[in-house]
């Protein structure tokens, strides 16, 4: 795997910065194709924003139809 | 930049921590589960330093240190292998199985363990085994 940095985001607000400010970046959720690809050198990316530890885990309806998945959830 | 070593890599060649098998390599079969926080992932698709903070569980600290895991001791009254190089990873699913209640639908929720030797038939009755000396369907 090619070198890469690595950084673990404290909020959604903060990991969209992040991965906005950086072309070459991506954000790593669940993963588990990514880091596949990774490996592979198929994806290369220069910064990965681990978002795996943010409340990303509700799904809301949206209006006039739509789901929204990675809502933070509820409390 | 640095380099950054999948979770297996991470336990076998930095930790010395061989339970942990290496097929694939590519995250189909399942030979390198363990649980991060008690969540079943597959070691090889799991960057180490995402684990940094969290709890990692592998076959070798499985048991409380007393003697075998009963699902250890069960795969073995049972046979529930052949050349044995899926089973840290089919035991670590199967406990996961049972803590996630998924014991009802053992073939579903234990599909991403593949046994090259198919011992499936006695790898399910392994994990029935706990089940019902664990009190039954959960």
Known sequence: MRPLSYARAADADTAIAMVQARPDSA?????????????QDVLRPGLLVDIN????????????GGLCQGRPAPP | MRRRPCLLDALREHLGLTGSKKDCDQGTYGACT???????VLA??????????????????????????????????????????????QIMSAVALLEEGH???DAEWMSGNICRCAAYPNIRAAIRDVRDAAGGER
């Open chain 1, 27 to 39: 954000f790593l959720a669940g993963g588990t194709t990514e880091v596949d690809l990774v490996r």
């Open chain 1, 53 to 64: 530890d943010l409340p990303l885990t509700g799904v809301a309806d949206l209006p006039g």
């Open chain 2, 34 to 40: 363990v649980w991060v926080d008690g969540r079943r």
């Open chain 2, 44 to 89: 090889c698709l799991t960057l180490a330093v995402t684990c940094e903070g969290h709890q990692v569980t592998t076959i070798e600290g499985l048991s409380d240190g007393s003697g075998l895991h009963p699902m250890q001791a069960s795969f073995i009254e049972r046979d529930a292998f052949q050349c044995g190089y899926c089973t840290p990873g």
């Open chain 2, 103 to 105: 014991a009802g639908d």
